[in-house]
């Protein structure tokens, strides 16, 4: 009997944390993935964060603690050709001819180095973007990858006809892109397994879904078609940055824009389960050096929004440039402090508050689309997307333990 009571109150405390741990889910994170560490160190411009819940590295570093950003020459060989398809070839140039061995190799001496511990469990991100994964999609100055797969086929198959070498290309581009994400995950995964990994910017959508509300079918298939590429991830990382272009437009095509991607995130994830962070940026364009802010209607947009639609979080990135000078840092500064730290901060009190209170602790609250957005809404209008093993509208039933509560 006295052995029945123990077991009873193991498994209760595995099934059952108190309510003080539970509180410590955090529903909803905003995770700096700027660098301005440059700020602090070179212009003595601290951006202040820590005061509105903002994630960031420790020295505000672009490689730390809370998130790591992968670009094309930090992890493994990333085969690409440089200057945007217009100078050299590196690493082969294309997946085909990638030494995965090599690969492996140069990627367990990136990982050590830009994530030394192993139980680090941030946000680790891969951004390849000089090529896409699907033939179809390497449009403009990507087609460069679809010649010097066309140029490798014909010279491993000079017997095959133009058609049923091109075909062959086609084919072989796929398979290999495949395999080098696929396998590049995996061994990031094997190597720090409680990172939160995945690609940049998928799912694709089109710069219209604004106007049209939804990503549009083709973007849609090319989803499909890459749901292997979700399957394998642990987390997805869409890309919901605004552009200055956008502007022209009516504040409501940005605001479908980013929901449409949302959305399609969701669709591609609604198997998985995989949780999803969308990445943002505070200026339209971070690349000049009088730079403009995000407006209030487009903090909504991107922060509430991601949080309504059941993100986990969003990553705030933006270039060397927008910290290169202390006149941009005391900028980036006092926008945070007025604008971007305080809404931020509502985002995601309001958030956890949900969830504690709507959803028993046990759930995220999550909002359908909307066609406009406010910083503070009902909980009323919100419904609770359950975590694992709880059930009811409020995910106030555990599947298996009717008493657990």
């Known amino acids: 009997m006295r052995r029945y009571i123990t077991v009873v109150l193991l498994v209760a405390l595995v099934i059952c944390p108190s309510s003080t741990a539970r509180r410590k889910i955090e529903r909803f994170q905003v995770i700096w993935n700027a660098p301005s560490e440059m700020c602090i160190r070179k212009h003595n411009v601290t951006i202040p964060l820590k005061p509105f819940g903002i994630k960031f590295n420790q020295e505000q570093k672009f490689y730390g603690d809370e998130v790591v950003l992968f670009y094309e020459t930090k992890l493994g060989l990333y085969p690409y050709v440089a200057n945007h398809g217009e100078g050299e070839i590196v690493n082969g140039g294309i997946p085909q001819k990638v030494n995965m061995v090599n690969h492996f190799i140069k990627m367990r001496d990136d990982i050590k180095k830009a994530i030394p511990?192993?139980?680090?469990?941030?946000?680790?991100?891969?951004?390849w973007e000089e090529w896409r994964p699907?033939?179809?999609?390497?449009w403009g100055k990507k087609k460069v990858y679809k010649k010097l797969s066309?140029?490798?086929?014909?010279?491993?198959?000079?017997?095959?006809?133009?058609?049923?070498?091109?075909?062959?290309?086609?084919?072989?581009f796929n398979k290999a892109a495949r395999n080098l994400m696929i396998q590049t995950i995996r061994f990031a995964i094997e190597l720090r397994p409680f990172a939160k990994w995945g690609f940049y910017g998928f799912?694709?959508?089109?710069?219209?879904?604004?106007?049209?509300?939804?990503?549009?079918?083709?973007?849609?298939?090319?989803n499909n078609r890459m749901q292997?590429?979700?399957?394998?991830?642990?987390?997805?990382?869409?890309?919901?940055?605004l552009?200055?272009?956008?502007?022209e437009s009516p504040q409501t095509d940005r605001h479908t824009y980013v929901q449409a991607i949302i959305e399609e995130t969701i669709r591609v994830t609604k198997l998985n389960k995989r949780p999803f962070f969308t990445y943002t940026k505070f200026a339209y364009h971070p690349y000049t050096n009088d730079m403009e802010f995000y407006k209030k209607d487009d903090l909504c947009s991107t922060l509430k929004q991601t949080a309504d639609m059941g993100g986990s979080g969003i990553?705030?990135?933006?270039?060397?440039?927008?910290?290169?000078?202390?006149?941009?840092?005391?900028?980036?500064?006092?926008?945070?402090?007025?604008?971007?730290?305080?809404?931020?901060?509502?985002?995601?009190?309001?958030?956890?508050?949900?969830?504690?209170?709507?959803?028993?602790?046990?759930?995220?609250c999550r909002m359908e689309a909307q066609l406009t957005c406010t910083l503070v809404s009902l909980?009323?209008?919100?419904?609770?997307?359950c975590d694992e093993n709880f059930r009811g509208f409020f995910c106030e039933r555990h599947q298996f333990y009717s008493w657990v509560q």
């Open 228 to 241: 292997w590429l979700f399957d394998a991830s642990v987390a997805v990382y869409p890309s919901i940055y």
């Open 315 to 364: 990553v705030v990135w933006s270039s060397s440039h927008s910290t290169s000078t202390a006149e941009n840092c005391r900028h980036i500064a006092e926008y945070v402090d007025s604008q971007f730290g305080p809404y931020a901060s509502v985002v995601t009190q309001e958030a956890q508050m949900c969830a504690n209170q709507r959803c028993f602790q046990h759930g995220v």
């Open 150 to 172: 066309e140029e490798y086929a014909r010279s491993r198959y000079p017997h095959l006809s133009k058609k049923s070498s091109r075909l062959r290309a086609v084919t072989d």
């Open 134 to 138: 699907l033939w179809g999609t390497n």
């Open 379 to 385: 909980f009323s209008q919100y419904r609770c997307d």
């Open 203 to 222: 799912p694709y959508c089109d710069k219209d879904a604004g106007k049209n509300g939804k990503c549009n079918q083709g973007y849609r298939q090319f």
């Open 117 to 127: 511990s192993s139980g680090f469990d941030g946000v680790a991100v891969i951004d």
């Open 243 to 247: 552009t200055p272009g956008q502007l």
